[in-house]
């Protein structure tokens, strides 16, 4: 969710190397997915005004959603007894609390064996998921 909101809000320090992330992914022809709890959490946050002293629009927020949604790349991931086996192992990894909703969305990456992007370092808490953050690639450059 991050790296959505930094490439969302234009006066994000991580701005630029965001967007240029997500659009290599929307350009790339991969397979990509903004989970519905990823997409609800963007809404929330960047709508909140004590959050940003200049809130999105609901309206905006969804545009952008949808946009990304829209995509021809954009797919479902798979609901179901595998995500929530994945789900039970890193919620109890993680020991509850807060991370648990991590914990949720790293098992939803997992079980669709995909790569999640983000610039939050708690998700390498998670054995065998497959993140990476763009903003690692950016200080390289």
Not at 8 to 36: I, K
Not at 50 to 74: I, K, W, Y
Request: glycine letters at 8%; one cysteine or more.
């Amino acid at each position: 969710m991050n790296v959505l909101i930094y490439a969302f809000r234009e006066e994000m320090e991580h701005h630029d190397t965001c967007l240029r992330e997500l659009d290599r992914v929307l350009h790339s022809g991969d397979a990509f997915c903004v989970p519905d709890v990823v997409a609800s959490g963007f809404i929330r946050l960047v709508t909140n005004p004590r959050v940003f002293q200049q809130p999105a629009t609901v309206t905006e927020a969804f545009a952008f959603m949808d946009a990304l949604r829209s995509n021809e790349g954009h797919v479902e991931l798979p609901i179901g007894q595998v995500l929530w086996e994945a789900f039970r192992q890193f919620a109890q990894l993680s020991g509850g609390g807060s991370i648990i909703s991590d914990a949720y969305l790293a098992a939803l990456v997992a079980a669709s064996k995909g790569t999640l992007i983000t610039t939050d370092k708690d998700f390498g808490k998670f054995p065998g998921l497959e993140w990476r953050d763009p903003l690692d690639a950016a200080l390289a450059d």
